[in-house]
C-alpha cells in the first residue's frame, strides 16, 4: 500500500500538502524532500508520516528525500508552527527562512511549448523569424542559481517573481522605436517558439544562446501561455574548497625565472604550503604556479575550507574584571541555566553589556550548553568580532547577512554538529539548530532590525523569548532603552528585570544642552543646520583632538524639492513619495549627469530638472538637509576636520562599515556624521561629543511610535559619548523642546519615558496593551485595491467579534503608492490576542472566498511600521 506524508512548501499558501512515498523512501519528520508543485520543483519540509490524502484528486510522487534524518528537530518544527500561526504565516515560508541552504540545493529552469504556443506558431507569418540570431553571451542567465530555500533578498511574492528588467538597460522610447522593438520582441518570440517546438524542454540558458531572448521576452511568452516554465532542483555539494599549492621538496631546483623563484621563496617562507588566493593577492600569478606544477615543483590540494572569525584584536589582552553590578547580574541569569527565563538586562549606555553576555555564555559552555547572541544588522562589529574570537576562538559560529550561501551553510553545519556552542548572528540567527540550547541573548533588544518586513514578518526578539520556552532555556534581552513590550512584560512579572545603573569605572553619562531651533533662528535671524552651541562645542572637542559625531537622521542632500511658484512637489513617478536631492559622488556612475533625484524606495533616478515639470518656473526650492549636506557644511565650517560619513550612500557593503570603524578607532576621523547607523552601540573611546541634528521630524509622522524611535534614538547616539577616560558631551537641537520624549532623552531618564509613552499607548489601545495588525491591501490596479480593502471592511464590519476587536479603515495607506503599486489598509486593536488571530483567520478565509489572491494581501501581526 502507498505510504503518504505531508510536506509544508514555500508558497504563499496556508497549508501543507500530501505527496505519496515510492518504495524505498523513508522520509522522517523534519526531513527535506523535493517535492514537484505544478511546474516546479519545490523543496519542503516534511511536517507529518502517515496521513491519509483528502480529496479524490491524484496525489503525486515525492521526487527526492534530501535528509536521512530530521533536519529540522522537534523543537524548531514547533517554533516554526507557532510562527506560522502567531504571524499568520504559511508553515513553509517560514521553514524556507529557517534552513539557509540554499547552497545544497542547484535549480534548473526549463521551458517548453504549449499548445497554445504551437498554434501561434502556426499563425505567425513563415520567414518572418529567420533575422539574426547571434547571440549575446553577456546576457547568459544564470540558471543555476539556487532559488529554494531561505532565499534572503525575495520579495512576498512566492511563486509569481519572475526576474525583472536588468538594470542599465533602458526600455525604448518613442513611436518609431517602440514599433521597432515591438517587431523585435515579435522576432524574437518566434525564434523561442520554433526552437522549443523541436520537441524536449529546453534549459534557460541553453534557449538563450540560441535565441538571444530576453527575459522580459520569456516573461511575456509565459503570461500569454504560450510556452511554461518548469523548474528541476538536485542537490549539490556546498562544501567550501580552498585550493592550497603545496612545495615537493625532495625535488632537484632546475633552472626558474625570477616569478618562479619568487613563488618558491614564498612557499617556504610560509612553512611549504599557501593558500592560491593568497598568491594571487601577492601578486604572483597562477599561471606560474601551473608551470611549477608542470615541472614537479609544486602540487595543489584542495582541501575543506576552513573558517575565520577573524575581527579587530582587543586593545587590551587582560580579561575584564566585572564590577559588582555586572558580577550580581551574571550571578541572577547563570543562577537560572536549566529552565526556562526571561529577563531584561536594563542596562544604560556604556554600563558594560556586552561583557555580561560573554560571561553568561561561558557559564552556560561551561555547564554544557551552547548559546545564542542576537545583536542587530550592523551590531556585529570588527571589534564585537574580536572580543569572540578571543573569548570563544573556534567555538564561535557566526550567521549574518552579508555571508555567501557556501559560508552560510558551511556555519549552519558547524552548529548542528555541535562544533560551534556559541552562535552570533543577525535575526534569523534565532533559528540556528544549536544543540542542547541554554541560553539566548538579544542585544539592543529593541532595534528594528530584529522585525523581518517580509513574510514571515516576525520579530526575532519575542520569537526569542518563544524559542528558550521550548527549549527550556534562559532568555535575556538587553538594552538602555527597552522596548515599551519588553519594559511592560517587566512590570507584569513576566520578565525579571537586572539593572546596571552606572558606567562602568564610574564613568559620568555625557550631560546634555537642549537648544530651542525656534528660539536660534529669532535670535540669529537665520534658518541655520547647525547652532551656535553645536559649532562651539565641536571647535573646542577639535582643538582638543577629540572626535565628535554628529546625527543628520536622513541620508542624501535635500529631503525634497518643491516648486516655488506652484507648490509642486517632485515625487518619484512610482511612489508616492518625494524625491530625495543627492550630489554626484566620486565612484558614482551619474557624475557627469551631474546631481540627481532619487525615491529611497523603489531605486528610482532622474536627473535634476532646471524647472518646474508642472509650470515651468525656474524657482525650484529644495528643502531639508539629509547628511550628505550636513558633511558638506561641516566641512566649509571646519576644513581641518578629518570627516567620515555613515549612512546607506557610504556604507554599502560589510567591509565599508568595517574601513570607515577602523578610520574611526585609529583617530584618523576626527568628525563623523551620519545618519541612525552611526547610533548603533558602536564602543569608540575618543567620542566626546555628540550633536543631535536633525531627528525629530519623526515626531510629526503618524506613527504611533515616533515619540519611542525619537528618545531611542536620542539616548543611544547619545551614548556614544564618554565611553572613554574623558567625560562626554551632548547638544541636541530640537523644535519641540517641550515635548516629553525629547524632555526624558535630555534628563537620561527612560523610567519616566516609559511611564508617559505608557499611558498614552493604553489610552488609544496601543501595544504594548493588546494586540495590533496592519492589514495591507495592494494592487497595481488602484480600484482592484480599493475594492477588495472595501470588501475585507465589510466582512470586519459584520464580523467584529462581538466588540472584541477595534477596526480602523480600510484607508489608503499613508503612503499610498510604492513601485507602482496601491496601497490600502485596515488596523486591527483587539483586547486579547486570541480574538485578533480569529477575527484575521476569519478575515483571510473571506479573502479566499471573495477571490481576493492571496499575495495582494500582507498581515503584519504586532507591526513596527503603520505605513
Ligand atoms: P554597553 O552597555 O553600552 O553595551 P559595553 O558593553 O560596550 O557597554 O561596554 C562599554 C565599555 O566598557 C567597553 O569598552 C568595555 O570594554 C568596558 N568595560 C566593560 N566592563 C568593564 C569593567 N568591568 N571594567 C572596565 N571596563 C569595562
Ligand atoms: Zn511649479
Ligand atoms: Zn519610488
Redesign the pocket.
Known amino acids: 500500500m502507498t505510504a503518504y506524508c505531508e510536506v509544508a512548501l514555500p508558497v504563499p499558501l496556508d497549508r501543507t500538502f500530501t505527496y505519496a512515498v515510492r518504495l524505498g523512501q523513508a522520509p522522517q519528520r523534519g526531513a527535506r524532500v523535493i517535492a514537484p508543485f505544478r511546474n516546479e520543483k519545490l523543496i519542503g519540509v516534511v511536517t507529518a508520516l502517515d496521513v491519509t490524502p483528502e480529496g479524490d484528486f491524484e496525489t503525486r510522487y515525492l521526487e527526492a528525500v534530501l535528509d536521512d534524518e530530521p533536519l529540522v528537530s522537534d523543537q524548531l518544527l514547533e517554533l516554526a508552527e507557532w510562527i506560522a500561526g502567531y504571524y499568520l504565516a504559511p508553515l513553509g515560508e517560514v521553514l524556507r527562512g529557517m534552513l539557509p541552504l540554499v547552497a545544497e540545493v542547484s535549480r534548473t529552469v526549463y521551458y517548453r511549448i504549449t499548445d497554445a504556443g504551437r498554434d501561434a506558431l502556426a499563425t505567425m507569418v513563415e520567414g518572418e523569424g529567420d533575422g539574426d540570431t547571434t547571440a549575446d553571451p553577456s546576457t547568459s542567465p544564470d540558471a543555476h542559481s539556487a532559488s529554494g530555500f531561505a532565499r534572503d533578498d525575495r520579495d512576498s511574492g512566492g511563486l509569481d517573481v519572475e526576474v525583472s528588467q536588468p538594470l542599465g538597460r533602458k526600455r525604448p522610447k518613442g513611436g518609431a522605436r517602440k514599433g521597432k522593438a515591438r517587431a523585435e520582441e515579435h522576432e524574437m518570440q518566434f525564434r523561442v517558439l520554433k526552437r522549443l517546438a523541436e520537441g524536449e524542454p529546453v534549459k534557460v540558458s541553453t534557449l538563450r544562446t540560441a535565441t538571444a531572448v530576453s527575459l522580459p521576452a520569456l516573461t511575456s511568452l509565459v503570461r500569454k501561455k504560450w510556452i511554461a516554465r518548469e523548474t528541476s532542483a538536485a542537490e549539490r555539494d556546498a562544501r567550501r574548497i580552498e585550493r592550497f599549492a603545496v612545495l615537493i621538496p625532495e625535488a632537484r631546483l632546475p633552472k626558474l625565472t625570477e616569478k618562479q623563484q619568487a613563488i618558491l621563496a614564498e612557499l617556504a617562507a610560509c612553512g611549504g604550503e599557501i593558500l592560491l588566493a593568497d598568491l594571487r593577492e601577492k601578486d604572483l600569478p597562477s599561471s606560474t604556479v601551473q608551470t611549477l606544477v608542470r615541472r614537479g615543483l609544486v602540487r595543489i590540494e584542495e582541501r575543506p575550507a576552513v573558517f575565520h572569525l577573524g575581527g579587530l584584536t582587543?586593545a587590551?589582552d587582560a580579561p575584564?574584571?566585572?564590577?559588582d553590578a555586572?558580577r550580581q547580574a551574571l550571578d541572577t541569569v547563570t543562577a537560572a541555566l536549566g529552565a526556562f527565563h526571561a529577563f531584561l538586562l536594563f542596562?544604560?549606555?556604556?554600563?558594560?553589556?556586552?561583557?555580561?553576555?560573554l560571561a553568561a555564555m561561558q557559564k552556560a559552555l561551561d555547564r554544557g550548553f551552547s548559546s545564542i547572541l542576537l545583536v542587530p544588522e550592523i551590531g556585529l562589529t570588527p571589534q564585537m568580532a574580536g572580543?569572540l574570537d578571543r573569548a570563544f576562538g573556534e567555538k564561535v559560529a557566526l550567521l549574518h547577512s552579508a555571508l555567501t550561501p557556501e559560508e552560510r551553510s558551511e556555519q549552519w553545519r558547524r552548529i548542528r554538529r555541535g562544533d560551534a556552542p556559541i552562535v552570533v548572528g543577525t535575526r534569523s540567527a534565532i533559528f540556528a539548530p544549536a544543540p542542547n540550547l541554554g541560553l539566548i541573548l538579544v542585544?539592543?533588544e529593541h532595534d528594528q532590525s530584529y522585525k523581518q518586513e517580509e513574510t514571515p514578518r516576525y520579530n526575532a526578539r519575542d520569537v526569542a523569548v518563544m524559542r528558550a520556552k521550548l527549549a527550556g532555556a534562559v532568555a535575556v534581552l538587553?538594552s538602555?532603552t527597552p522596548s515599551l513590550e519588553s519594559w511592560h512584560n517587566a512590570a507584569q512579572g513576566k520578565y525579571t528585570r537586572i539593572d546596571?545603573r552606572e558606567?562602568?569605572?564610574n564613568?559620568p553619562l555625557p550631560g546634555v544642552e537642549l537648544v530651542d531651533m525656534r528660539r536660534e533662528f529669532q535670535e540669529t535671524g537665520q534658518e541655520q543646520l547647525f547652532s551656535r552651541a553645536l559649532v562651539a562645542e565641536t571647535k573646542a572637542a577639535l582643538e582638543r583632538g577629540e572626535q565628535s559625531l554628529v546625527l543628520l537622521n536622513r541620508r542624501g542632500y535635500s529631503f525634497a524639492v518643491i516648486c516655488r511658484a506652484c507648490g509642486e512637489k517632485l515625487d518619484c513617478q512610482n511612489c508616492a513619495i518625494a524625491l530625495t536631492h543627492h550630489k554626484p559622488s566620486d565612484e558614482d556612475g551619474l557624475a557627469r549627469a551631474g546631481q540627481r533625484l532619487e525615491c529611497h524606495y523603489c531605486g528610482f533616478r532622474r536627473t535634476v530638472p532646471a524647472r518646474c515639470p508642472k509650470c515651468d518656473s525656474e524657482h525650484l526650492f529644495y528643502l531639508g538637509a539629509g547628511s550628505q549636506q550636513g558633511e558638506e557644511r561641516l566641512q566649509e565650517i571646519f576644513p581641518d576636520a578629518r570627516i567620515g560619513r555613515m549612512d546607506r550612500d557610504t556604507v554599502r557593503g560589510r567591509h565599508d562599515l568595517e574601513r570607515l570603524l577602523a578610520r574611526l578607532h585609529s583617530g584618523e576621523i576626527n568628525l563623523l556624521v551620519g545618519t541612525q547607523m552611526i547610533a548603533k552601540?558602536h564602543?569608540i573611546?575618543g567620542i566626546t561629543l555628540v550633536g543631535v541634528v536633525g531627528c525629530d521630524h519623526a515626531l510629526s509622522m503618524p506613527d504611533f511610535r515616533a515619540a519611542e524611535r525619537v528618545f531611542q534614538l536620542i539616548s543611544q547616539v547619545s551614548?556614544r559619548a564618554g565611553?572613554?577616560e574623558l567625560p562626554g558631551r551632548v547638544v541636541v537641537q530640537t523644535y519641540y523642546p517641550d515635548h516629553y520624549a525629547i524632555v526624558a532623552a535630555t534628563a537620561n531618564d527612560y523610567a519616566s519615558f516609559a511611564e508617559r509613552e505608557l499611558k498614552y499607548r493604553r489610552w488609544m489601545h496601543y501595544p504594548p496593551f493588546g494586540a495590533l495588525a496592519n492589514v495591507l491591501v495592494r494592487s497595481p490596479k488602484l480600484e482592484e485595491a480599493a475594492g477588495w480593502a472595501a470588501t475585507l471592511g465589510k466582512y470586519l464590519v459584520q464580523n467584529q467579534n462581538s466588540g472584541a476587536v477595534r477596526v480602523l479603515g480600510p484607508c489608503t495607506a499613508p503612503i499610498a503608492r510604492i513601485k507602482g503599486v496601491y496601497r490600502f489598509h485596515l488596523i486591527l486593536k483587539a483586547a486579547s490576542r486570541k480574538a485578533l488571530n480569529a477575527t484575521l483567520r476569519g478575515l483571510m478565509a473571506h479573502a479566499e472566498k471573495a477571490e481576493i489572491p492571496r499575495r495582494h494581501l500582507v498581515v503584519d501581526v504586532d507591526p513596527q511600521r503603520l505605513m
Do not use: C, F, W
Request: hydrophobic share 30%.
Open positions: 582587543p587590551s575584564i574584571e566585572l564590577n555586572q542596562g544604560i549606555t556604556g554600563s558594560g553589556k556586552t561583557a555580561v553576555y572580543l542585544d539592543e538587553g538602555a546596571l558606567r562602568v569605572m564613568r552601540g564602543d573611546h551614548g565611553r572613554g
